[in-house]
């Protein structure tokens, strides 16, 4: 019994200096904390630079910053300045005889900084067809005129500038802007299509019966006019030679115009064909072309204002987007009115 304590206290001992040992050796070994001045000077010659180029990247940023800040101001500034503009508009409304026209409504759009961007404005034209626009801020103004029982033409919507950099208008109290209206007369009662006709582009004869909206190929001469389209291959840069025939059914005839509201088809001066193309070396070739006429068909029965789009090349065919309105009663009056216009029932 008295052997076994002794060899415990031994053993207890042996343990103790082990473990002393231990933690001897370990706290040694333990790394010293870096103090931060040491951190700074063993940094490699590579990363000072590094980091002293970073540091002047940023203050660069930070001043090229407020550089842009600066133009920013100066930018709006400027802006502020085109549009800071006093506007003073003379205008005045005539008939397409000349005569002034009362009580016609001017409408104005002042392109501003308020809330929508433009401000709206309506004047009455006087018994002198006159009217004025005056005091009021701004860096243009578009311009419409209108009055019921008139054609207000689509041209006749213009706009105006006024900043400061690039005005094109300046006003004169002695010289007005003109803007012309076309009273309406009495509208006849029509046949109204818009429809697109698509043709073979080797030159086969096509007719078009304008009265029902239907194409024939080939066979006798039937409808109002008929349509021939010859078209070559695609050249280097894409181009082809076209030509589109239009030739009148009998006696008929086609007159080209310019007009723009066509309300009324001329007595005579109708020529039986009309050719329209290009050859793909003309400096003035075209992909399509927009034409407008008057034809007369049916031995002056029907008299018909026609506005085409020709397209030489519509998914490997030619085609015409046509937009016609007829007259069918022997009358040359082509003013029309949706609520007169006549619904051809087609089988």
């Known amino acids: 019994m008295r052997a076994r304590k002794i060899l415990a206290f031994v053993s207890a001992i042996l343990l103790g200096c082990i473990i002393a040992w231990l933690l001897l050796f370990s706290k040694s070994d333990e790394p010293k904390p870096i103090s931060k001045d040491k951190t700074k000077k063993s940094l490699p010659s590579t990363q000072q630079q590094q980091a002293k180029s970073k540091t002047a990247t940023l203050e660069s940023d930070m001043d090229q910053e407020k550089e842009t800040e600066l133009s920013s101001e100066e930018k709006i500034k400027k802006v502020l300045e085109k549009y800071i503009v006093s506007i003073t508009f003379y205008g005045k409304v005539v008939d397409e005889k000349g005569n002034p026209v009362e009580g016609a409504t001017a409408f104005f759009s002042v392109n501003d900084l308020s809330e929508n961007s433009a401000t709206p404005f309506e004047i009455k034209s006087d018994d002198e067809g006159l009217f004025s626009l005056r005091n009021v801020k701004g860096g243009g103004t578009s311009v419409r005129v209108f009055k019921d029982g008139h054609y207000t033409s689509p041209t006749e919507y213009r706009y105006f500038d006024y900043n400061r950099e690039s005005a094109s208008h300046v006003p004169d109290a002695n010289n007005p802007v003109i803007f012309q209206l076309r009273k309406k007369g009495e509208a006849a009662e029509l046949v109204h299509r818009e429809k697109l006709f698509t043709f073979t582009i080797d030159g086969t004869?096509?007719?078009?019966?304008?009265?029902?909206?239907?194409?024939?190929?080939?066979?006798?001469?039937?409808?109002?006019?008929?349509?021939?389209?010859?078209?070559?291959?695609?050249?280097?840069?894409?181009?082809?030679?076209?030509?589109?025939?239009?030739?009148?059914?009998?006696?008929?005839?086609?007159?080209?115009?310019?007009?723009?509201?066509?309300?009324?088809?001329?007595?005579?001066?109708?020529?039986?064909?009309i050719h329209i193309g290009y050859n793909a070396p003309d400096a003035n070739w075209r992909s399509e072309e927009r034409r407008k006429f008057y034809l007369r068909s049916r031995a002056g029965k029907f008299y018909t204002r026609l506005e085409t789009t020709i397209i030489p090349e519509y998914n490997n065919k030619g085609a015409i987007d046509l937009n016609y309105y007829l007259n069918p009663d022997?009358?040359?009056?082509?003013?029309?009115?949706?609520?007169?216009?006549?619904?051809?029932?087609?089988k």
């Open 205 to 273: 004869v096509h007719y078009i019966d304008l009265l029902t909206g239907k194409k024939y190929v080939g066979g006798s001469s039937q409808g109002d006019f008929s349509v021939r389209i010859i078209r070559s291959q695609k050249s280097s840069n894409d181009r082809f030679d076209w030509e589109v025939v239009l030739e009148a059914v009998g006696d008929g005839g086609f007159i080209e115009s310019t007009e723009e509201f066509m309300l009324q088809a001329p007595e005579d001066g109708y020529q039986p064909v």
């Open 330 to 346: 022997k009358s040359r009056n082509l003013e029309y009115d949706k609520s007169k216009e006549i619904e051809v029932k087609v």
